[in-house]
């Protein structure tokens, strides 16, 4: 079992950044594959980026390619998404999920989630 705790959303302008973070639970959390969603207020949730366990095997969402960047840190069992040159479409709640792999490879499906942290971007 996964427990994931994301921080780090809150209110940006146009332009600026974030560092969202998620936190996992459990001694395990180096062979999971890890993975950042989105939901907009009306939409369906999407796949923003995903990243394997070592952190070196990534693949991004077409619309947040070169200004997102996921990273993972397994000695602090957390995974990181540096948000730059925000835009008001990226307004949404961002969830962290995770899921077992047997190899350093991104997931296609997801087993755990996190409850999500809200990102506003104003214009």
């Known amino acids: 079992q996964v427990q994931l705790v994301e921080s780090g959303g809150g209110l940006v302008q146009a332009g600026g950044s974030l560092r969202l973070s998620c936190a996992a639970s459990?001694?395990?959390?180096?062979?999971?594959?890890m993975g950042w969603f989105r939901q907009a207020p009306g939409k369906e949730r999407e796949f923003v980026v995903a990243?394997?366990?070592?952190?070196?095997?990534?693949y991004y969402a077409h619309s947040v390619k070169g200004r997102f960047t996921i990273s993972r840190d397994n000695a602090k069992n957390t995974v990181y998404l540096q948000m730059n040159s925000l835009k008001p479409e990226d307004t949404a709640v961002y969830y962290c999920?995770?899921?077992?792999?047997?190899?350093?490879?991104?997931?296609?499906?997801?087993?755990?989630w996190g409850q999500g942290t809200q990102v506003t971007v104003s214009s």
């Open positions: 999920a995770a899921a077992h792999v047997s190899g350093d490879y991104v997931p296609y499906e997801y087993e755990y």
């Open positions: 990243v394997g366990w070592s952190g070196s095997t990534t």
């Open positions: 459990g001694r395990t959390f180096s062979s999971y594959g």
